[in-house]
């Protein structure tokens, strides 16, 4: 019953580093998304997807990379990490449709030096 | 675009008080609209959800009712718990994405 699964839970980046925050999920949704959870400003979508081979940006795009190549994982890729990316991240899923619930990971929390 | 107001915290209460967290929105249409809350450590989890005008969603004891005519969707429990105690987000459905408030932190002291 492992719903959605983001790594790592902790990352440590130095300015220009690369990484990419992983995310699976496994109820077999055609939607998801990455958030951003900062301090007062509540969650920011960055990217969505609704199916393979199709991505969006959301509210905050820049400075991030998605793909989807497969139903069940949307990595988030940051090309070269900056200190205003320190921040909770969040992956999310769920089915398509207006009323569908959306179903979080656990977060996983980047700070960049 | 849609945007979602919520009050502004930190609230802080007494075991046993009567909860009110205020949201009101701005949309086109009707969206559905929703309570997430997040306990500490933890991402964020549906409380309940409402999805037209007059709708009153319900769990754990907290309430929500979809007024349309003030575009507002506010969350209340008669009875708060020590348990409650977690940050709380109003949200709606626009376009192909869930745009959320800037979430109240909740406390309840014993």
């Known amino acids: 019953n492992a719903g959605v699964t983001q790594t790592p839970k902790f990352q440590v980046l130095k300015t220009g580093q690369s990484m990419t925050l992983q995310c699976a999920q496994d109820?077999?949704?055609?939607?998801m998304s990455w958030y951003r959870q900062d301090p007062g400003m509540g969650l920011r979508l960055i990217h969505y997807s609704v199916g393979a081979g199709i991505t969006d940006q959301g509210e905050v795009p820049n400075g991030y990379n998605v793909s989807r190549s497969t139903t069940e994982d949307f990595p988030l890729r940051l090309l070269s990490a900056a200190p205003s990316q320190t921040s909770v991240y969040f992956c999310?899923?769920?089915?398509?449709?207006?009323?569908?619930?959306?179903?979080f990971g656990e977060g996983s929390r980047l700070t960049v030096l | 675009g849609d945007s979602v107001t919520q009050m502004e915290g930190p609230v802080t209460l007494s075991e046993e008080a009567f909860l009110t967290i205020n949201c009101t929105y701005t949309a086109t249409g009707y969206p559905s609209l929703f309570w997430y809350v997040q306990y500490p450590g933890e991402g964020l989890q549906l409380l309940l959800k409402a999805t037209k005008a007059d709708d009153k969603g319900s769990n754990k004891g907290f309430e929500a009712t979809y007024r349309k005519e003030t575009t507002s969707f506010h969350l209340e429990k008669g009875s708060v718990q020590v348990s409650d105690s977690a940050v709380y987000f109003c949200a709606l459905m626009g376009a192909q994405k869930l745009v959320f408030g800037q979430g109240t932190r909740l406390t309840i002291n014993p």
């Open positions: 109820m077999n949704h055609e939607y």
């Open positions: 999310a899923s769920r089915t398509t449709g207006d009323t569908g619930e959306l179903f």
